[in-house]
């Protein structure tokens, strides 16, 4: 099993940035396709962002597209999501999550684990 811990987190105004980390220990992930999730009080957990298994083809939900960017370092277990020109409507708890090669990218269900989340607050 792999275990998956967020940091990065924190306070940011309207037109900042954060990055993100989701460091994995356990059996490696290499293999697994990754996502970001986030969710809002009283919203569902949506999709932001995915990679495949080697980094080669990325995906994003469109109202990220252009502004966050992720990407991953297999040597060294670690998943990260850059956030550009943080919105507002950014605001959420962010989620990593490890998807099997037959998972759908863009649903939560696709996601065999999860880690507990990081707060990302945006001023406007």
């Known amino acids: 099993q792999v275990q998956l811990v967020e940091s990065g987190g924190g306070l940011v105004q309207a037109g900042g940035s954060l990055r993100l980390s989701c460091s994995a220990s356990g059996r490696t992930f290499s293999r697994d396709g990754m996502g970001w999730f986030r969710q809002a009080p009283g919203k569902e957990r949506e999709f932001v962002a995915a990679i495949n298994w080697s980094g080669s083809s990325t995906y994003y939900a469109d109202s990220v597209k252009g502004r966050f960017s992720i990407s991953r370092d297999n040597a060294k277990n670690t998943l990260l999501l850059q956030m550009n020109s943080l919105k507002y409507e950014d605001t959420a708890v962010y989620y990593c999550?490890?998807?099997?090669?037959?998972?759908?990218?863009?649903?939560?269900?696709?996601?065999?684990?999860w880690g507990q989340g990081t707060q990302v607050t945006v001023s406007s």
């Open positions: 999550a490890g998807r099997p090669p037959a998972g759908n990218i863009y649903s939560p269900a696709g996601y065999a684990y």
